[in-house]
């Protein structure tokens, strides 16, 4: 399949690409909240992500240096026709300042790598608007520059989940981006393989490389390092994760719960909401859902694991009345050699100012405990 970008506008603070390929014709645009030129190459860039690996064949109405070309061919797996000709140039080479760049949405997970990151840092997000209008509550409340977009009124979002970084491309030069980070968090990667583990630390966005601060964390550390490093933002936060009745918000809401519960944390959860109306899920259908209700289950109790879980087993209940689960708080380590020595220090330092450690033998033995259990349920090819 073919897809064509055509009648671009670049002009300072603004880009709008109209685009056609065999199913659809469209545009897409992106308006930044600074009024920063955009050079051509990080322009192409940005619309061959959106693309993912989808199309056989791309064109730009675009001029590119070569190697800019030559990265795009290899991520989208197509070839690449541009404007008149290809530059035959390097392509803008950044000054080494390792500057970082975070993908910052205000939730959770971002509060939290922005806590691990240098307090010199640059913030960028990427404001859908429409269902995701909500997280303006949040991100607006910090010094972010924000690109404005209508990647949600595209299909494009359904190619690849790197069209949330986006925005560091597009700021890249503005901020002279070394490092961009994205904040994403250890999630299912364990309960799959170590390659794809290996792959997510090693991620990298056109010339900038990620330091995944929070890759060893799960959801609940990755609430626990927010809890206490911004508890002030904790509730806002919260309110801007998901809409009232959906299941996801109320899964963060008993998690924050449980933290404030165990650290006794000064936070104050306002406008709470009930458990949703509808159960979704059931066990087996995902092993997040599942491998996190253990973790619920373990303060919470079965009712209010089974009020957003259907089908728990006995066995479930009961290994989570066994173990102590004290590594669903704490970091894995072998995330560390993937943080730069340089950085890796001052990471660990604000892991220990606020209770926050490192996986320790005991952690080690009962999380293959969890993930044993988890087999007779899901093929798992476990991290060490």
């Known amino acids: 399949m073919r897809i064509s970008f055509e009648n671009i506008i670049n002009k300072p603070g603004y880009i709008k690409a109209d685009y056609k390929d065999d199913e659809v014709e469209h545009f897409i645009e992106f308006e930044m909240s600074d009024a920063i030129d955009v050079r051509e190459d990080l322009v192409a860039v940005a619309l061959s992500i959106l693309c993912g690996q989808k199309y056989d064949e791309i064109h730009m109405e675009l001029n590119v240096a070569y190697d800019v070309k030559e990265y795009i061919e290899q991520n989208s797996g197509a070839k690449l026709s541009v404007g008149n000709h290809v530059i035959h140039r390097e392509s803008k080479p950044l000054i080494d300042d390792d500057v970082q760049t975070l993908n910052f949405s205000g939730g959770f997970d971002s509060l939290a790598a922005k806590h691990l990151m240098p307090e010199e840092k640059r913030l960028v997000t990427m404001d859908f608007g429409k269902a995701f209008a909500r997280e303006r509550l949040m991100f607006n409340q910090f010094d972010t520059h924000i690109v404005k977009n209508n990647i949600l009124d595209t299909n494009f979002r359904k190619n690849s989940e790197d069209f949330m970084f986006i925005g560091s491309v597009l700021y890249m030069d503005y901020f002279q981006t070394t490092y961009n980070i994205t904040g994403t968090i250890l999630g299912a990667l364990p309960l799959k393989n170590h390659n794809q583990f290996k792959k997510e630390s090693l991620h990298e966005i056109y010339k900038m490389k990620n330091i995944p ?153 009962e999380y293959h405990k969890v993930l044993n259990f988890m087999k007779h349920y899901y093929k798992i090819n476990s991290i060490k």
């Open 213 to 365: 601060y929070t890759l060893g964390l799960s959801e609940v550390g990755a609430v626990r390092v927010a809890s206490e490093s911004i508890p002030e933002k904790m509730s806002d936060s919260l309110t801007s994760l998901a809409n009232p009745g959906e299941e996801k918000r109320y899964r963060k809401q008993l998690l924050l719960e449980i933290d404030k519960e165990r650290y006794s944390t000064d936070i104050q959860i306002e406008n709470p909401v009930d458990a949703p109306e509808r159960i979704h899920f059931k066990w087996g259908d995902g092993i997040l859902a599942d491998h996190l209700s253990l973790y619920i289950m373990k303060y919470k109790g079965l009712e209010v694991a089974s009020s957003i879980l259907r089908e728990i087993p006995d066995e479930a209940y009961e290994l989570s009345q066994t173990l102590d689960l004290s590594f669903y708080d704490k970091y894995h380590p072998e995330v560390l050699d993937y943080i730069p020595q340089s950085y890796k220090p001052q990471m660990l330092n604000k892991l220990d100012e606020i209770g926050v450690t490192v996986f320790n033998q005991h952690d080690f033995d």
